[in-house]
T-cell receptor, first 114, second 117 residues
Framework: AQSVTQLGSHVSVSEGALVLLRCNYS??????LFWYVQYPNQGLQLLLKYTTGATLVKGINGFEAEFKKSETSFHLTKPSAHMSDAAEYFCAVSDRYWGGKLIFGQGTELSVKP | DVKVTQSSRYLVKRTGEKVFLECVQD?????MFWYRQDPGLGLRLIYF???????EKGDIPEGYSVSREKKERFSLILESASTNQTSMYLC????????????????FGPGTRLLVL
């Protein structure tokens, strides 16, 4: 069965600093991986996804993630944090053979200090 | 523009009440999903549907049922609400049908925050 672990329920960075949110997955088949963002009082919005091909995936708002099969990781990064990046971030893996059910990690709340 | 709407942003109900949460998507998507979101637990799948009148249990279906009479509408029903069902409920939809497409993006509604007293 697939699973996702996000390391750190809260991450705090200063404005302009590197953002690194960690995600490790477990999957018996090649995974499809997703990062979603949830701003306060809103639903989830897709940041980026990995399906096949290039392992470095670029998303919206300057975020990117790299699929590393050997490390079973899909960490999310952004070179320079902005105040507007403060939100909760969810990593998810798709249940590849059952039509796209998503298994989510516990979420990481990102705070950005001025 | 993709649109998933949920009937209420906030609901307060009493223990034992029957509760209906409605979700509508305007994208002609085949797949629809209901999740609940709790702090520290992420999102957990309650039920999903690949087609009209079709439903499948997710990871935590106990205490819930669903209905999908039309393609665009997916309802979550709490037959007899309990305090442990106080949570944020999120609806989502995606394009692909039963044949595949797990790479498809799921689009989420804004959520319904339910409080059961």
């Amino acid at each position: 069965a697939q699973s996702v672990t996000q390391l750190g329920s809260h991450v705090s960075v200063s404005e302009g600093a590197l953002v690194l949110l960690r995600c490790n997955y477990s999957s018996s088949v090649p995974p499809y991986l997703f990062w979603y963002v949830q701003y306060p009082n809103q639903g989830l919005q897709l940041l980026l996804k990995y399906t096949t091909g290039a392992t470095l995936v670029k998303g919206i708002n300057g975020f990117e993630a790299e699929f590393k099969k050997s490390e079973t990781s899909f960490h999310l990064t952004k070179p320079s944090a902005h105040m507007s990046d403060a939100a909760e971030y969810f990593c998810a893996v798709s249940d590849r053979y059952w039509g796209g059910k998503l298994i989510f990690g516990q979420g990481t709340e990102l705070s950005v200090k001025p | 523009d993709v649109k998933v709407t949920q009937s209420s942003r906030y609901l307060v109900k009493r223990t034992g009440e029957k509760v209906f949460l409605e979700c509508v998507q305007d994208m002609d998507h085949e797949n629809m999903f209901w999740y609940r979101q709790d702090p520290g637990l992420g999102l957990r799948l309650i039920y999903f549907s690949y087609d009209v009148k079709m439903k499948e249990k997710g990871d935590i279906p106990e205490g819930y049922s669903v209905s999908r009479e039309k393609k665009e509408r997916f309802s979550l029903i709490l037959e007899s609400a309990s305090t442990n069902q106080t949570s944020m409920y999120l609806c989502a939809s995606s394009l692909s049908g039963l044949a595949g497409g797990p790479e498809e993006t799921q689009y989420f509604g804004p959520g319904t925050r339910l409080l059961v007293l």
